[in-house]
């Protein structure tokens, strides 16, 4: 498979690194300096695109292959705001996008169980529950993309959350997130449900990237002949 890069910091390092191992073909690098070469006969050659760069220019590059009707597989978080421009463009015009807010398939092994969990403790009034969640000083978004949509498996399990929130003052109804960004952490996140008598928790730590860089080429490769709006449920398919 051709592959073109988009991004080329550490996670572009790494997914190049993963290809590469897979037998695949990088035919294409975009980073800041040289954005002329979406036009470039090895980009345009390129059966997929992936992209690991900031929330500000993410769907610019979005647009740029769907302009292109290269298939795109999403690793920036942080735009979720334009989410529906991109899913009716799916829709709409038959391209080809996946996202996921983490590509570890350890990560969504987590999601799986955070949203089990959620639904047996809503029985439970005696718990509440929060999140921790910590990362490298670089990111940028906050809360990350992985722990708003852990927040989300939760808000749709447990009845006595409404709406998740940064704020340390957080009401009976609100979800409190409590974010970390120290070192060079790659991701760690906790849910913990806690009572006056004991605490419950589930964590997911990353040791590297190379999880995350995994996830992302073995969705590259899933997407091929597929059109359409497509994450890691339909590629893992916990239903099963």
């Known amino acids: 498979m051709k592959i073109a890069l988009i991004g080329y910091g550490k996670m572009g390092r790494e997914i190049e690194k993963i290809a590469l191992e897979r037998g695949h073909t990088i035919v294409s690098i975009i980073d800041i300096d040289n954005r002329d070469d979406f036009d470039s006969p090895g980009f345009l050659s390129a059966d997929a695109a992936i992209e690991f760069t900031r929330p500000e220019t993410a769907v610019a590059n979005f647009l740029k292959c769907f302009e292109r009707n290269i298939p795109v597989v999403a690793g920036t978080t942080g735009w ?3 989410l529906d421009e991109i899913t009716q463009i799916c829709q709409t015009q038959g391209k080809t996008f996946f996202y996921a807010s983490n590509y570890s398939i350890g990560v ?30 670089h990111k940028l978004d906050s809360p990350s993309g992985t722990a708003i949509t852990l927040a989300e498996g939760i808000l749709g399990n447990f009845e006595r959350k409404k709406q998740w929130t940064e704020e340390v003052n957080a009401g009976a109804n609100d979800l409190w997130i409590n974010s970390k960004r120290e070192g060079e952490v790659p991701g760690i ?3 913990i449900y806690e009572s006056e008598a004991d605490i419950i928790s589930i964590k997911h730590s990353a040791k590297s990237r190379k999880g995350f860089a995994l996830g992302a080429v073995l969705a590259a490769e899933f997407i091929q002949g597929k ?3 497509l994450t890691m ?3 893992l398919d916990f239903s099963k």
């Open 80 to 82: 979720l705001e334009q």
């Open 108 to 137: 969504n092994i987590f999601f799986a169980l955070n949203k089990h969990l959620a639904k047996l403790m809503n029985a439970f009034p005696q718990y509440d529950v929060y999140m921790e969640e910590t990362h490298h000083v």
């Open 189 to 191: 996140h906790e849910i």
């Open 227 to 229: 059109t359409g709006f």
């Open 233 to 235: 449920d339909n590629m």
